[in-house]
């Protein structure tokens, strides 16, 4: 299970909790107790490129996760006939009722799934509740997948490179995987990005029925096409393009599936290779030791500078009054905003955990730093993260209050286990790093008033108002430089 889909599926639990079986019951589309209907004319018009926009039956509901059979493709890369799995989310959200249609605005969660809409109110609804001259305008007003779903598949047809497969098997290194996988989809316009089903896993950690987001690159790199199946030479990768890369190599033997030749197929499928630690080797270093004694037992909290370029994206979505995002002062201002979404990592570097406690426990240390949101109904660790982008003159400040501190993945392998923190027992263990995806709502800056493209700096800060207790302050701020393209609405690090 992915780290953003765990923390989906978390999120899940709290909500399904929060509403009535009554409600859950009897009520489709937006929520029963949401006034927000959206203007799904209005933002379908105003899309961009990257805006996915479908017609989708739901065939499975969990809470807020529902597995959609498209219908119709109205704008992006989505198959037809296929099957994803996507999340409802903001308090305006869909509710799902199974075997009912919906008119979807998704986005990419950066793990091969997809989130409903790209705000509370953007116009995501059940399709036997548009009316007829909306169906009539969005189906006039589509626009094909812009990805490149010719009939050359595999490499590039401008490449003369065709790698060596059986080679580049037998040379993997530590944190390479192989795997073969269908396209379920593209997620730009570029064609850069698929969706990816793990079919067969050859060598890695990756799992049968996996669902990842696979970048191309290189010169050589694949030319995806949905729905085909590939052989594919993955690296895993924190940027904006996705969570692994095709190879890292020009020419690494990724192909489409329909040319790898037999020889290759049963090559890989004989010389497998088990799930193996992919940390480095431990490095032994000489220091000096310091003569003003240091603290060295204890929690440590750091940002994690990867996380941030792991599906960092820059989005246009409509915000009214009402939702929840306006009202806690991640935005700075209701309608159409722009904003650079992006993850969050928080890891404890030190050899304690650090325990948050139950927010509700009148003897908990930090009951003070807790606060009841009442339109998310969840607590929020008041002041934990704070954001900030500056640059080219300008300062535009993020807001992030990490409402639910859990494990979602070991730094490396050395860490011991993880103690089990959940959103009633706060915490992060030793060793641990907990992680806020792109899609959650505020993990953003809004950069609607930004003025220039160019380089900026990220500020990601821990504990703001210094109320931890710490082995160490010097590893809390988080400063990171990020290239921002406004005129064709695209973010990365700085090179």
Same mark, same amino acid.
């Given at each position: ?89 903001g308090d305006c959200g869909i509710e799902w009722n199974k075997g009912s249609s919906y008119l979807l605005f998704l986005r990419p969660d950066g793990n091969g799934d997809y989130l409903v809409g790209l705000n509370d109110c953007d116009g995501s609804r ?13 189906r006039d007003n589509s626009t094909p997948c812009s990805g490149n779903l010719g009939p050359s598949v595999g490499l590039k047809s401008t490449c003369d490179c065709v790698g060596d497969p059986l080679e580049a098997f037998d040379n993997l290194g530590p944190n390479a995987a192989v795997v073969a996988g269908t396209v379920r989809g ?54 904006? $393009?996705?969570? #692994?890369?095709?190879?890292? =190599?020009?020419?690494? +033997?990724? %192909? ?7 020889? *290759? ?57 009402? $939702?929840?995002? #306006?009202?806690?002062?991640? =935005?700075?201002?209701? +309608?159409? %905003? ?7 990592? *928080? ?80 915490? *992060? ?67």
């Open positions: 299970m992915s780290r953003l889909t765990c923390r989906a599926l978390l999120a899940t639990v709290v909500l399904i909790v929060a509403v009535s079986v009554a409600q859950a019951a009897n009520k489709v589309g937006l929520l029963a107790d949401c006034e927000c209907k959206g203007e799904p004319k209005k933002v379908f018009d105003a899309r961009t490129p990257a805006t996915i926009v479908v017609v989708a039956r739901a065939t499975k509901v969990t809470g807020r996760v529902a597995r959609v059979k498209i219908r119709e493709s109205l704008s992006g890369c989505l198959i037809p006939n296929t099957k994803y799995y996507v999340r409802s989310t059940l399709w036997k509740k548009a009316s007829r001259s909306l169906k009539q305008h969005l593209i997620y730009d316009g570029s064609s850069a990005v698929a969706p990816i089903k793990v079919n067969k896993v050859y060598a890695g950690c990756l799992s049968k029925g996996d669902r990842i987001a696979v970048a191309s690159t290189g010169d050589c790199g694949v030319e995806w096409v949905a729905g085909e199946k590939f052989s594919l030479f993955l690296l895993p990768v924190q940027a904006s $393009s996705g969570n #692994y890369a095709v190879g890292g =190599l020009e020419c690494d +033997g990724s %192909r489409a599936w329909s040319a790898t030749p037999t020889s *290759i197929r049963s090559k890989l499928r004989n010389n497998a290779k088990a799930c193996v630690s992919t940390s480095p080797a431990p490095v032994t270093t000489t220091v000096s030791v310091p003569t003003t004694p240091v603290v060295t037992d204890g929690y440590d909290l750091e940002p994690d500078e990867d996380q941030v370029f792991n599906g960092i994206s820059i989005t246009n979505e409509y915000f009214s009054e009402q $939702s929840c995002p #306006y009202q806690e002062k991640c =935005l700075g201002g209701p +309608g159409l %905003r722009k904003l650079l979404r992006f993850s969050a990592g *928080i890891k404890n570097v030190g050899n304690r955990d650090f325990t948050a406690g139950s927010p509700t426990d009148p003897n908990n240390p930090f009951k003070a730093h807790f606060v009841e949101d009442q339109c998310h109904q969840h607590y929020h660790f008041v002041g934990f993260t704070h954001f900030k982008l500056e640059g080219n003159g300008q300062v535009l400040p993020g807001l992030k209050e990490s409402f639910c501190l859990i494990d979602i993945a070991p730094i490396d392998g050395s860490s011991g286990p993880s103690t089990g923190y959940d959103c009633g027992n706060m915490g *992060i263990s030793a060793g641990w790093l907990d992680v806020y995806g792109g899609g959650l709502d505020c993990q953003w800056v809004d950069i609607t008033d930004m003025a220039t493209s160019g380089d900026y700096m990220l500020e990601i800060e821990v504990d703001r108002n210094n109320i931890l207790s710490e082995t160490s302050r010097a590893n809390n701020v988080l400063r990171t430089c990020v290239r921002i393209d406004l005129e064709n609405e695209q973010a990365g690090r700085c090179t």
